[in-house]
Nanobody, 123 residues
Framework: QVQLVESGGGLVQAGGSLRLSCAASGRSFSGYGMGWFRQAPGKEREFVAAINWSGGSTYYADSVKGRFTISRDNAKNTVYLQMNRLKPEDTAVYFC????????????????WGQGTQVTVSS
């Protein structure tokens, strides 16, 4: 089983940037796709970005395309989410997870969820 720990969240003004990290321990995650999701208060968890095992393929929600970049370093067992030009509507708890299923965007196809890191964007 893979254990995931997210970090890097915080409070930032609109237009600013943050870089989230997701460190994996336990079983190696290098053969798995990884994803970032977010959940705002009162809303369902939603897909943000995903990356395949090698980093050669990436997937983004339309709402973050062109602003966020997902990457991974398998040697460090870490996945990153670089978030630029942040907006107040990006405010949420951000989670990383391991892809075990067949889709790249459904939370049901991901598992081993981390505890999340809070991102707050002020206007």
């Amino acid at each position: 089983q893979v254990q995931l720990v997210e970090s890097g969240g915080g409070l930032v003004q609109a237009g600013g940037s943050l870089r989230l990290s997701c460190a994996a321990s336990g079983r190696s995650f290098s053969g798995y796709g990884m994803g970032w999701f977010r959940q705002a208060p009162g809303k369902e968890r939603e897909f943000v970005a995903a990356i395949n095992w090698s980093g050669g393929s990436t997937y983004y929600a339309d709402s973050v395309k062109g602003r966020f970049t997902i990457s991974r370093d398998n040697a460090k067992n870490t996945v990153y989410l670089q978030m630029n030009r942040l907006k107040p509507e990006d405010t949420a708890v951000y989670f990383c997870a391991v892809r075990y299923g067949s889709t790249w965007s459904s939370p049901a196809d991901f598992g081993s969820w981390g505890q999340g890191t809070q991102v707050t964007v002020s206007s």
